[in-house]
């Protein structure tokens, strides 16, 4: 039976991701700070912080593969991002090498290019980037460790640009960027059985209707295929909100309102 560590095992895409992600051979490993709830038998969970090297290492051990979802989800201070993200990204790569797991799948964001101009060419895989926050310095940084120790140490890691992982798409920027949880899964199961990807940048995004901003080319070559589309919850949407303008920042950056003079921070 393989066992597959997630860390952010309590949060919000850790939880979407815990059932469809189960399968009879594998084991779920589920790490955060605050407490896991409805284990299941094929469940266990570990309390702990992303920042803690030895706990990590511990809770690693024996781990076919580490899923790194454990951080600070929004922009916040340097400090902070200082010390959860971008630590602890570090922490994250560097216990999976001493406890010899051989991949690790970082959640980054679109916000490690969150400048990226729209409405031209979908946003390439590979972008240089252009980040919009702290937030998205962690994940700018985020995207070069993994890319240290892959290629210093030979493993494989896989950097996913996730856009709005949600339920359901909360506005209307979403039904462009909604990432749907069974969409997560999907993407996130290719990550874990891909052969040999070695260094890999991917969007997460479904297949929306009013989608292409980013491209999905290395999504699909690790073998993901979208299915859903936010598009069956524009009427609902459209009739609360109002389309932006032009100059408005969610129209005119990958970004949206991170993009913008005052974005959403904790």
Same mark, same amino acid.
């Given at each position: 039976?393989?066992?597959?560590?997630?860390?952010?095992?309590?949060?919000?895409?850790?939880?979407?991701?815990?059932?469809?992600?189960?399968?009879?051979?594998?084991?779920?490993?589920?790490?955060?700070?605050?407490?896991?709830?409805?284990?299941?038998?094929?469940?266990?969970?570990?309390?702990?912080?992303?920042?803690?090297?030895?706990?990590?290492?511990?809770?690693?051990?024996?781990?076919?593969?580490?899923?790194?979802?454990?951080?600070?989800?929004?922009?916040?201070?340097?400090?902070?991002?200082?010390?959860? @993200?971008?630590? #602890?990204?570090? +922490?994250? *790569?560097?216990? &999976? =090498?001493?406890? $010899?797991?051989?991949? !690790?799948?970082? /959640?980054?964001?679109?916000?490690?290019?969150?400048?990226?101009?729209?409405?031209?060419?979908?946003?390439?895989?590979?972008?240089?980037?252009?980040?919009?926050?702290?937030?998205?310095?962690?994940?700018?940084?985020?995207?070069?460790?993994?890319?240290?120790?892959?290629?210093?140490?030979?493993?494989?890691?896989?950097?996913?640009?996730?856009?709005?992982?949600?339920?359901?798409?909360?506005?209307?920027?979403?039904?462009?960027?909604?990432?749907?949880?069974?969409?997560?899964?999907?993407?996130?199961?290719?990550?874990?059985?891909?052969?040999?990807?070695?260094?890999?940048?991917?969007?997460?995004?479904?297949? @929306?209707?009013? #989608?292409?901003? +980013?491209? *999905?080319?290395? &999504? =699909?070559?690790? $073998?993901?295929?979208? !299915?859903?589309? /936010?598009?069956?919850?524009?009427?609902?949407?459209?009739?609360?909100?109002?389309?932006?303008?032009?100059?408005?920042?969610?129209?005119?950056?990958?970004?949206?309102?991170?993009?913008?003079?005052?974005?959403?921070?904790?």
């Amino acid at each position: 039976m393989s066992t597959i560590v997630i860390t952010g095992g309590a949060g919000r895409i850790g939880t979407m991701l815990r059932s469809r992600l189960a399968r009879p051979d594998r084991r779920l490993r589920l790490l955060d700070i605050a407490p896991v709830a409805d284990i299941t038998p094929a469940e266990e969970a570990i309390v702990a912080s992303v920042t803690d090297l030895a706990a990590m290492t511990s809770a690693f051990e024996g781990a076919e593969a580490v899923i790194h979802l454990g951080g600070i989800a929004t922009e916040s201070s340097w400090e902070r991002i200082y010390d959860v @993200n971008i630590n #602890g990204t570090y +922490v994250a *790569l560097e216990a &999976a =090498r001493r406890a $010899g797991v051989s991949r !690790v799948v970082l /959640a980054s964001s679109n916000h490690a290019v969150g400048f990226a101009p729209l409405g031209g060419d979908p946003v390439p895989d590979y972008m240089y980037p252009r980040p919009d926050t702290f937030y998205g310095v962690s994940k700018a940084t985020m995207e070069a460790l993994g890319s240290l120790y892959s290629y210093r140490h030979g493993m494989d890691v896989i950097c996913l640009r996730i856009l709005s992982c949600f339920e359901r798409p909360q506005d209307v920027r979403m039904l462009s960027t909604w990432l749907s949880p069974d969409d997560a899964g999907r993407l996130f199961d290719a990550c874990l059985t891909v052969p040999s990807p070695g260094f890999r940048v991917a969007y997460g995004v479904s297949a @929306n209707t009013r #989608g292409g901003w +980013v491209s *999905l080319d290395e &999504a =699909r070559a690790l $073998g993901y295929q979208p !299915v859903d589309d /936010a598009e069956r919850y524009a009427a609902e949407i459209l009739a609360k909100s109002p389309e932006p303008g032009p100059d408005d920042p969610t129209r005119r950056f990958l970004g949206g309102a991170y993009a913008g003079p005052n974005p959403p921070s904790v």
